[in-house]
Nanobody, 116 residues
Framework: QVQLVESGGGLVQAGGSLRLSCAAS????????MAWYRQAPGKQRDMVSSITRAGSTSYADSVKGRFTISRDTAKNTVYLQMDSLKPEDTAVYYC??????????WGQGTQVTVSS
């Protein structure tokens, strides 16, 4: 059984920083794409950033230049460094990964709240 466990969320003032982590554990042979999504109250879940196994990254326009995704392949972990946070970044952040080629997994979510 595979699990994704996120950590690092919390409350921060506008302009501050947070670093999210997501560790995958269980019967893992390979991890392909990993990504971070977020969902604000009353809104759909949107992708924030993704990273391929080779390290290619992509970002939503709203976070470009402020957020940085990275991964530690040896630790099966993906990170999201969030700088210059804005109140509109407030949401539940979810980790997503494609594991063992074809299986999609989600983390339980971690709350990020940015106060103005």
């Amino acid at each position: 059984q595979v699990q994704l466990v996120e950590s690092g969320g919390g409350l921060v003032q506008a302009g501050g920083s947070l670093r999210l982590s997501c560790a995958a554990s269980g019967s893992i042979f390979s991890i392909n794409n990993m990504a971070w999504y977020r969902q604000a109250p009353g809104k759909q879940r949107d992708m924030v950033s993704s990273i391929t196994r080779a390290g290619s990254t992509s970002y939503a326009d709203s976070v470009k230049g402020r957020f940085t995704i990275s991964r530690d392949t040896a630790k099966n972990t993906v990170y999201l460094q969030m700088d210059s946070l804005k109140p509109e970044d407030t949401a539940v952040y979810y980790c997503y990964a494609v594991i063992n080629t074809v299986y999609n997994y989600w983390g339980q979510g971690t709350q990020v709240t940015v106060s103005s």
